[in-house]
Nanobody
Framework: QVQLVESGGGLVQAGGSLRLSCAAS????????TGWFRQAPGKEREFVAA????????YYGTSVKGRFTISRDNAKNTVYLQMSSLNPEDTAVYYC????????????????WGQGTQVTVSS
């Protein structure tokens, strides 16, 4: 059974940092690109970041580039999202994804999704 389980969300003040983790199981994690999307209330789902199967290539959404860092540990079947300089516009449910078709900002190209973790940034 495929599972992606996010953790690390919570409430943080503007300017603060959080690190999200996503533990994967049930598939060959090291063969899949992984990433993060987010969705705020009343808004469309937004691409945040993705990392290649090896960890050697990363790709970021415009609104987070320079503030967020994605990484992965294939030995632990885990992908991380380090978020810094958070602002209220980063408030959303963050979803971990995995896909077998390489890096993409298109949500339709990801095969597996986690249940999401809430990040709330207060002003």
């Amino acid at each position: 059974q495929v599972q992606l389980v996010e953790s690390g969300g919570g409430l943080v003040q503007a300017g603060g940092s959080l690190r999200l983790s996503c533990a994967a199981s049930g598939f060959t994690f090291s063969a899949y690109a992984t990433g993060w999307f987010r969705q705020a209330p009343g808004k469309e789902r937004e691409f945040v970041a993705a990392v290649s199967w090896s960890g050697g290539t990363t790709y970021y959404g415009t609104s987070v580039k320079g503030r967020f860092t994605i990484s992965r540990d294939n030995a632990k079947n885990t992908v991380y999202l380090q978020m810094s300089s958070l602002n209220p516009e980063d408030t959303a449910v963050y979803y971990c994804v995995a896909g077998g078709r390489g890096l993409s900002r298109l949500d339709s190209l990801y095969d597996y999704w986690g249940q999401g973790t809430q990040v709330t940034v207060s002003s």
